[in-house]
């Protein structure tokens, strides 16, 4: 364990399935659900959700946000292990800059030590390319990077703070911006599912699944085309039972 990562705003903590998380003390929250695991949360809810529905050769993935960078190193390992041959394209933006650097002495699982060399290499130059791989770690605003992209991305991984802690990242508006962003038969995949992001979700376009499995607690899938594999969410009768529950708008913020 390596305590030269903690400072004034990031403290190093132990989760559940033995992986470090942090907790910020600027959003007063954990990078992680500390119960369901950081290396176990994104796997689980995250990185085999969306593989599950994308079985493409060449796959672009916006990871909203970098934070620690497991979405982005739990992609590695997963393709690494089955599909090795497949070429991954990661977009990351990432507000906090100090964060980014802080992360050569984080304290990552055993799993993630043999990219060591693209942990330094996103760390120190925000970029690592090689044959089958790039990844673009970007020091600056989400809302403002999602816009320069159409029609990209495959996989969406939304894994920002919780709405009510970092709502700009979970309006209607900013959803129609990832809409743009993703290609029709894209998924997102998310930790949340309070109604007024689903919502937010719903009307622009993307149907709701629920992510269900052992050890963690239920997710979200958002894709505009059906999902065969996935239970939908009724979003109709949801609205129907909660008629003044509206999305989460920019000009709430
Ligand atoms: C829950 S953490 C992301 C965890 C990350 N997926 C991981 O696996 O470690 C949310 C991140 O969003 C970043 N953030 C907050 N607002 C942002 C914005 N407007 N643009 C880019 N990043 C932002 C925070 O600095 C924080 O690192």
């Given at each position: 364990?390596?305590?030269?990562?903690?400072?004034?705003l990031?403290?190093?903590?132990?989760?559940?399935?033995?992986?470090?998380t942090?907790?910020s003390?600027?959003?007063?929250e954990?990078?992680?659900?500390?119960?369901?695991?950081?290396?176990?949360?994104?796997m689980?809810?995250h990185?085999?959700?969306?593989?599950?529905?994308i079985?493409?050769d060449?796959?672009?993935?916006?990871?909203?946000?970098?934070g620690?960078?497991?979405?982005?190193?739990?992609?590695l390992l997963?393709v690494?292990?089955?599909?090795?041959?497949?070429?991954?394209?990661i977009?990351?933006?990432e507000?906090?800059?100090?964060?980014i650097?802080?992360l050569?002495?984080f304290?990552?699982?055993?799993?993630?030590?043999?990219?060591r060399?693209?942990?330094i290499?996103?760390?120190?130059e925000?970029?690592y390319?090689?044959?089958n791989l790039?990844?673009e770690?970007?020091t600056g605003?989400?809302?403002?990077?999602?816009?320069?992209?159409?029609?990209?991305?495959?996989?969406?991984?939304?894994?920002?703070f919780?709405?009510s802690?970092?709502?700009?990242l979970?309006t209607?508006?900013?959803?129609?911006?990832?809409?743009?962003?993703?290609?029709?038969?894209?998924?997102?995949?998310?930790y949340?599912?309070?109604?007024k992001?689903r919502?937010?979700?719903?009307?622009?376009?993307?149907?709701?699944?629920?992510?269900?499995?052992d050890?963690?607690?239920v997710a979200?899938l958002?894709?505009?085309n059906?999902?065969?594999?996935?239970?939908?969410v009724?979003m109709?009768?949801?609205?129907s039972?909660?008629?003044?529950?509206?999305?989460?708008k920019?000009?709430e913020?």
């Amino acid at each position: 364990m390596s305590r030269e990562f903690d400072d004034d705003l990031h403290t190093l903590t132990l989760s559940e399935d033995g992986s470090y998380t942090a907790y910020s003390k600027e959003y007063e929250e954990h990078y992680h659900s500390t119960r369901d695991g950081a290396l176990f949360e994104s796997m689980k809810k995250h990185i085999i959700p969306a593989f599950n529905v994308i079985a493409k050769d060449e796959v672009n993935i916006l990871d909203i946000c970098y934070g620690l960078g497991f979405n982005t190193l739990a992609t590695l390992l997963y393709v690494d292990e089955h599909s090795p041959n497949k070429k991954i394209n990661i977009y990351s933006p990432e507000l906090d800059g100090n964060l980014i650097k802080s992360l050569v002495h984080f304290t990552y699982p055993k799993e993630f030590e043999k990219y060591r060399e693209i942990i330094i290499a996103l760390s120190e130059e925000g970029v690592y390319e090689r044959e089958n791989l790039y990844i673009e770690v970007f020091t600056g605003d989400a809302r403002e990077y999602i816009k320069k992209f159409k029609n990209k991305f495959d996989i969406v991984y939304q894994d920002a703070f919780s709405p009510s802690t970092n709502s700009i990242l979970w309006t209607k508006e900013y959803f129609a911006d990832i809409k743009n962003a993703m290609r029709d038969e894209g998924v997102l995949t998310t930790y949340s599912i309070a109604f007024k992001i689903r919502l937010a979700l719903y009307e622009n376009g993307f149907h709701l699944y629920l992510n269900e499995g052992d050890g963690y607690r239920v997710a979200t899938l958002a894709s505009c085309n059906k999902l065969e594999q996935y239970k939908e969410v009724d979003m109709e009768h949801k609205i129907s039972c909660n008629p003044y529950i509206n999305s989460l708008k920019d000009k709430e913020i």
